[in-house]
């Protein structure tokens, strides 16, 4: 039995509706920016693997660094012991974080990073006495994970809806995209007026499974502030946007007001293996200490803190730090922004966006944006056809790669999406679609 058949008798796949969705693509090797299957079929990864992967797939200076850690130590408990990995990665990213940034909490992944901040929140507030404070506002269109407390601050959509019962209350505000801000702004003014809220949670300028929405950082800015004159902790999730996406190593990095609480994943081990990072000020951090044991953060994994995952993350961030990998980001920036004034304006371009290395395309079609759209599905299957991994938002496809990617690999993703735009135009598409498989979605 091939790799894919094998797959289908044992596992179930995220995203993925498992009766009508087609045998998975078997890969067995990684290497720069593309994946290899089974049958020797190349795929250039355009979204970077779900946007973990930075410096490319198999980096021989993180490999090396995993496998001496491997030899050295795989695993102690973080409860009353630490270890070298932890400590270093932990300094290292205080050192590249927004001053205001004092401690770490190490955890599995993004969604844990997201759990831990909002038990934080709620924990900071209950030992300060403070037990009115419960509210968290999110924007309406954001995603946080798929653990309860982030499907709770997370837009309700079909993905939550069988949970719904079970999610606590989220007041929920406008993304303030242009010509939008005041009216966000107005929203949370509402909010904060009752005094009870906790906590503001947010993407950072760009909102991820909402298809790319970007909005500019006084907006965050303006919000970031009206929360903390009322008193209201600010959590960044940059689960996606850390790292260098947003052209510089943080999304944070653009604003003038800082987060009380980041959040941090992805791209914090270079797509080696799972690590969650939560940071926070020192305010927040002291709430916690006291004689009194009831006091403490009772949160943790068996995982946490794992010294091979931490040096995974101590040489991603080695290489981001390079001279070689600003370059690389900033290339890969300005290719995108050459695209960008390309399709500008075109038939069948609906709109355009960028920051960083992060580039979405939104097509215009009749049928909407919605992620069972069957454009969807002939957008993903033209692009596996050219040997380009994309996962397209609905009718938005985004391109989100490794910072390794050349710019010869960039315009086999941009004929890609050119060749998308025809598929757009073409007055036969409808009947296209009709015959073809179901794919998993994001």
């Not at 890969?27 to 990864?45: F, H, I, N, S």
């Not at 070689?324 to 050459?338: K, L, M, N, Q």
């Not at 919605?370 to 391109?399: C, H, K, M, Q, T």
Request: proline share 5%; net charge negative.
């Amino acid at each position: 039995m091939s790799l894919a058949s094998r797959d289908q008798h044992v596992l179930w796949h995220p995203y993925t509706q498992m009766q009508t969705a087609p045998l998975p693509i078997p890969v067995v090797r990684g290497e720069g920016a593309w994946l290899v299957a089974e049958d020797g079929t190349r795929y250039l990864d355009a979204i970077a693997s779900w946007w973990v992967n930075l410096h490319g797939h198999a980096h021989p200076h993180i490999a090396r660094r995993v496998s001496e850690q491997l030899h050295t130590l795989a695993h102690v408990l973080f409860a009353g012991f630490t270890h070298p990995a932890a400590v270093e990665l932990a300094e290292g990213l205080l050192r590249i974080l927004p001053a205001n940034q004092q401690r770490v909490f190490y955890s599995d992944n993004g969604a844990t990073a997201i759990e831990v901040a909002l038990k934080m929140a709620f924990q900071y507030f209950h030992n300060l006495g403070q037990l009115e404070r419960r509210t968290v506002v999110a924007f309406r269109d954001s995603y946080h994970g798929d653990t309860f407390g982030a499907m709770s601050v997370s837009a309700r959509s079909t993905f939550t809806a069988p949970f719904a019962p079970l999610l606590f209350e989220v007041q929920f505000i406008d993304v303030p995209v242009p010509g939008c801000e005041a009216a966000a702004l107005a929203q949370l003014d509402a909010v904060l007026a009752a005094h009870d809220v906790a906590a503001f949670i947010f993407e950072p300028l760009v909102l991820g499974t909402a298809g790319m929405v970007m909005y500019e950082p006084a907006a965050l800015d303006a919000l970031i502030h009206r929360c903390r004159a009322h008193g209201a902790l600010t959590i960044a999730d940059e689960v996606m946007t850390g790292f260098g996406r947003t052209g510089r190593l943080f999304a944070a990095d653009f604003l003038q007001e800082q987060p009380d609480i980041i959040c941090l994943s992805k791209g914090l081990t270079g797509g080696t293996m799972a690590l969650g990072a939560t940071t926070c000020t020192a305010p927040i951090y002291e709430a916690f200490l006291s004689d009194d044991r009831t006091r403490t953060f009772f949160h943790g994994h068996s995982y946490t803190a794992n010294p091979v995952a931490c040096t995974a993350g101590l040489a991603s961030l080695e290489l981001l730090l390079t001279p070689e990998s600003a370059a690389d980001r900033a290339r890969v920036a300005e290719c995108h922004a050459v695209f960008v004034r390309e399709l500008q304006g075109q038939a069948g371009i609906a709109q355009v966006r960028q920051r960083g290395t992060i580039l979405a395309v939104e097509f215009q079609v009749a049928e909407g944006t919605s992620y069972f759209s069957r454009l969807r599905d002939e957008f993903y299957a033209l692009g596996l056809e050219r040997g380009v991994l994309l996962r397209p938002l609905g009718n938005i496809v985004y391109v989100l790669p490794p910072y390794c990617i050349t710019n010869d690999e960039l315009q086999v993703v941009y004929d890609t999406l050119r060749a998308m735009r025809e598929l757009v135009l073409r007055p036969a598409t409808a009947s296209v679609l009709a015959g073809l498989p179901e794919f998993p979605h994001d």
